[in-house]
């Protein structure tokens, strides 16, 4: 394999006219620029480049030798890569960068590529000059055309290149519940699995020649962005190397400053201007996904950013024409909101996610920060109150409903769905804080669990829903509603050991019939094989115990002729009542699941903390990377 200048990433000497340049970068209020802000338009801060600075990079960098060949024989079947992000971009409701900025380079590309056959010799060095010398630069007055000129075709770099191959990943993670297997090279075939994985390797390597060159452009966080969705489908967000990478992100959106607005005399073209919203606010829920789920600080601190709403226009009018498109921002409300039509844009996702991530900011807050007790109970009801308010704030076509399921395609409801759950999960967070420091609160955080539960049994009942949809959103259970269910049945098992009513507006009826219906769901047949999955049934068989115990225990006239057990002053159940009347009421008799070393002993979760705690403790933040598949 040749070993030229055109295959390594760093030769010894530069090749003539191959200067590395860096791109400039975002500097704050407070930094040694600042002195000069008038003059600031007509200053860059950039890495002093010497002759031979790639010998340097050479000495700390991987050797990519053989590396760039795979990547231009990786590139070679643009074609499948242009119908995988095709049909992405139809398929997903996810979708953060505008399709046009994606779908039509890549056809230009594609004709470029046919229309000049570029052999594989000259083509590394190629796109690695146009990586290392051309700056990403763009103007207000700057057209789709000319930014794509920039990047694709004659001008194509690595960072659209690991692009590609991110976003063609993604599109084959989609249809890895199928079939389907893909070919690199004409030959050898690929599950979808296989498939995604070598396309995440490839856009790694990507990344990491970027890094060489020192650039900070909107193509590399879309990359970043990107490969962090596509490798956390792969390795689970929790991987350490996930978690490092999208410190990575964070870094490039704070050196372009994407967390600022533009100001008025910005430079930045309109429709770059709203997808560097739409990254920004992806990258922004994502960021609060992470720090929930890891209980750790946030990156992303919105007391740090002031970046608006994207506008709720579709992709395609972000691009057209300029009289097209002032016809459709006057047809948004005050506030940005488009109209329903009959769907949900992609900008309309992104724009309840972030409204609905600002305030999980502020309740990772509450939980993380230090504070005494007293203080937080003004900020607790204040931030409910805020919850509310925003809530109401969306319009109503866009708010989740039982009759979703009818009015909708399952994609649709299940988006609805989706982001009523996180704006649920907010409040349910905000009851938990307050019930651990006012146990009187304990009404207002199982009515919060309860419509949790509630608004995914509406999910669980549409059993003719297809596999790969079932299978795509299982962690909608595992992450909003066990939790929520498990908080009501450790509830209410304590409260009928300890013969007090329910706090719960609830009836005691519908309770067990929605938890029921949430525990049948994972005994069906046929259900889709996950690590999600697999970690729910883990969960329900203690929901399975703890409802089963509850509707075991002897009532009045039994409890007086019944032996005490254990060291809590609980008779023992009657053996003939259990099966008489707790098997069919849920499924599952007690006895179906025996005891392991992860599941607790009912009798040991008096609370519903006791609950939550105990699953904080499964460790199944290793191990579950649907949570965060969705960008």
């Not at 207000?140 to 194509?156: K, V, W």
Request: proline share 5%; glycine share 6%; hydrophobic share 40%.
């Amino acid at each position: 394999m040749s070993t030229s200048c055109g295959d390594g990433i760093v030769p010894t000497e530069p090749p003539i006219g191959l200067t590395s340049t860096s791109q400039p970068t975002y500097l704050g209020s407070t930094s040694f620029m600042s002195a000069f802000h008038h003059d600031r338009q007509h200053l860059s801060l950039s890495t002093p480049k010497i002759a031979y600075a790639s010998t340097l990079h050479k000495a700390w960098s991987a050797d990519f030798t053989h590396v760039f060949p795979r990547l231009i024989q990786l590139l070679r079947p643009l074609r499948l890569y242009e119908d995988l992000v095709t049909d992405e971009y139809h398929r997903s409701p996810f979708t953060v960068i505008p399709a046009p900025l994606i779908l039509t380079p890549l056809k230009l590309l594609r004709s470029h590529w046919d229309k000049e056959r570029w052999p594989q010799e000259g083509l590394v060095s190629q796109i690695t000059q146009s990586t290392a010398t051309q700056l990403v630069k763009v103007d207000a007055n700057m057209t789709t055309d000319q930014f794509y000129h920039i990047f694709t075709g004659a001008n194509l770099r690595w960072e659209f290149v690991g692009l590609i191959f991110a976003l063609a990943g993604l599109g084959a993670s989609a249809s890895s519940r199928g079939s389907q297997l893909f070919s690199l090279n004409g030959k050898d075939e690929l599950s979808a699995d296989a498939f995604a994985m070598q396309m995440a390797a490839a856009s790694h390597a990507c990344i990491e020649i970027c890094r060489q060159y020192d650039n900070v452009n909107d193509l590399v966080v879309w990359l970043n962005y990107t490969f962090f969705v596509l490798a956390s489908n792969m390795m689970g967000e929790t991987s350490h190397h996930i978690y490092a990478q999208f410190g990575d992100l964070v870094s490039c959106i704070h050196a372009m400053g994407l967390h600022r607005p533009d100001p008025p005399e910005s430079s930045v073209p309109f429709f770059l201007s709203e997808a560097r919203k739409r990254v920004f606010a992806a990258s922004y829920r994502a960021d609060k996904n992470i720090a929930t789920f890891l209980g750790r600080p946030p990156r992303l601190l919105y007391h740090f950013c002031d970046v608006g709403l994207p506008l709720d226009i579709d992709d395609d009018s972000l691009v057209g024409d300029r009289l097209s498109l002032d016809k459709t921002i006057r047809q948004l409300t005050l506030d940005g909101w488009g109209t329903f039509n009959g769907g949900l844009r992609p900008a309309t996702v992104i724009r309840l996610r972030y409204m609905v991530a600002m305030l999980r900011e502020k309740v990772l807050g509450l939980s993380l920060e230090r504070g005494s007790v007293g203080s937080r109970q003004n900020e607790l009801q204040a931030t409910y109150q805020e919850c509310k308010q925003m809530w109401d704030r969306v319009p109503s076509e866009f708010h989740y409903s039982k009759h979703s399921w009818k009015a909708l395609s399952p994609h649709l409801a299940i988006i609805r769905l989706v982001i009523h759950l996180e704006y649920l999960h907010t409040l349910f967070q905000i009851e938990r804080i307050r019930c651990n420091e006012l146990p009187d609160s304990m009404t207002d955080l199982l009515d919060s669990a309860m419509q949790i539960v509630s608004a995914v049994t509406d999910f669980a009942k549409h059993r003719n829903q297809e596999d790969s949809i079932r299978q795509q959103y299982t962690w909608i259970f595992l992450f909003y509603t066990l939790p929520a269910a498990g908080v009501v049945a450790t509830e209410l098992h304590h409260c009928t050991v300890s013969r007090v009513p329910l706090p719960c507006s609830i009836p005691r009826s519908r309770i067990i019939r929605d938890l029921s219906l949430l525990v049948s769901w994972f005994e069906s047949g046929n259900q889709p094989s996950s690590a999600a999955h697999q970690a729910c049934v883990d969960v329900t068989k203690v929901i399975t115990r703890l409802l089963n115990d509850t509707l075991d225990y002897p009532s009045g006239g039994q409890m007086a002729a019944g032996a005490q057990h254990g060291t809590g002053n609980r008779p023992a159940p009657n053996s003939d009542d259990r099966g008489r009347d707790s098997s069919h009421l849920i499924g599952v008799s007690l006895n179906a699941y025996e005891q392991s070393g992860t599941s607790p002993n009912v009798d040991a979760l008096e609370t519903s903390e006791d609950f939550l705690n105990w699953l904080d403790e499964l460790g199944l933040d290793t191990s579950v990377p649907e949570f965060f598949g969705c960008q």
